[in-house]
Nanobody, 120 residues
C-alpha cells in the first residue's frame, strides 16, 4: 500500500552534481521524518541527511558543505542535492521515511536504492 520510489542516481565525474529524489505513494495519513542513507560495498549503511516535517535538517559533517536536503510536504517528496561529488561518495543511496498508516501506526519504509557512482 505504501511505497517509496527513488530516482536520480547515475555515473558522474568528480566535481559533478546529482539530484536525488524520493516520493512516497499509496495509502497513508502523514509522512514524518524523511532521510537519506548510503551504503558502500562492504560497509554498513550510514545516515547522510534527515529532514523533519517542519523542515529541521541534519546533514553528515563530511558532506555538509556539499549536500542539501529538502522536501515538499504537499507532494510527499524529498530531494538530496549533491554537488562537488567525490569518489568516496560512491554508494547506493536509500530513501527512508517514517509514515503513519491508519491501523498500523508509524512505520519506517525504505526505498530500493539508487546507485551513485563517482569516477573519472
Amino acid at each position: 500500500q505504501v511505497q517509496l520510489a527513488e530516482s536520480g542516481g547515475g555515473v558522474v565525474q568528480p566535481g559533478g552534481s546529482l539530484r536525488l529524489s524520493c516520493a512516497a505513494s499509496g495509502s497513508f495519513l502523514f509522512v514524518y521524518d524523511m532521510a537519506w542513507y548510503r551504503q558502500a560495498p562492504g560497509k554498513q549503511r550510514k545516515e547522510v541527511a534527515t529532514i523533519s516535517s517542519s523542515g529541521s535538517t541534519y546533514v553528515l559533517d563530511s558532506v555538509k558543505d556539499r549536500f542539501t536536503i529538502s522536501r515538499e510536504n504537499a507532494e510527499n517528496t524529498m530531494w538530496l542535492q549533491m554537488r562537488n561529488l567525490k569518489p568516496e561518495d560512491t554508494a547506493i543511496y536509500y530513501c527512508n521515511a517514517e509514515i503513519y498508516v491508519a491501523g498500523c501506526g508509524a512505520k519506517a519504509y525504505w526505498g530500493q536504492g539508487t546507485q551513485v557512482t563517482v569516477s573519472s
